[in-house]
Nanobody, 114 residues
């Protein structure tokens, strides 16, 4: 059973940086496609970045050039590095993966940019 736990959210001033972590248990992160999503109040979650098993990444136009996704296989953790943060990046952030046609989500972590 795959479990994802996000951490690293918080409050930051515009222009600052944060790194979110997604610790994976129950499976090896190197064998998983991972995605980061965010959700604004009253809106659906949207994928902002993803990385497949081969390490190929895709980015939403809203974060390209500012956010990066990576994995640390030794820590079984995926990361979302967020730079040049803007007020519109304020949202609830989730990591997610799918395995054997089952989707898995973390609990979410709040990012507030002021």
């Amino acid at each position: 059973h795959v479990q994802l736990v996000e951490s690293g959210g918080g409050s930051v001033q515009a222009g600052g940086s944060l790194r979110l972590s997604c610790t994976v248990s129950g499976y090896t992160v190197s064998s998983l496609c991972m995605a980061w999503l965010r959700q604004y109040p009253g809106k659906q979650r949207e994928v902002i970045l993803s990385v497949d098993k081969a390490g190929r990444t895709s980015y939403s136009e809203f974060v390209k050039g500012r956010f990066t996704i990576s994995k640390d296989n030794s820590k079984n953790t995926a990361y979302l590095q967020m730079n040049s943060l803007k007020s519109e990046d304020t949202a609830l952030y989730y990591c997610a993966t799918d395995l054997n046609w089952q989707n898995y989500w973390g609990q979410g972590t709040q990012v507030t940019v002021s």
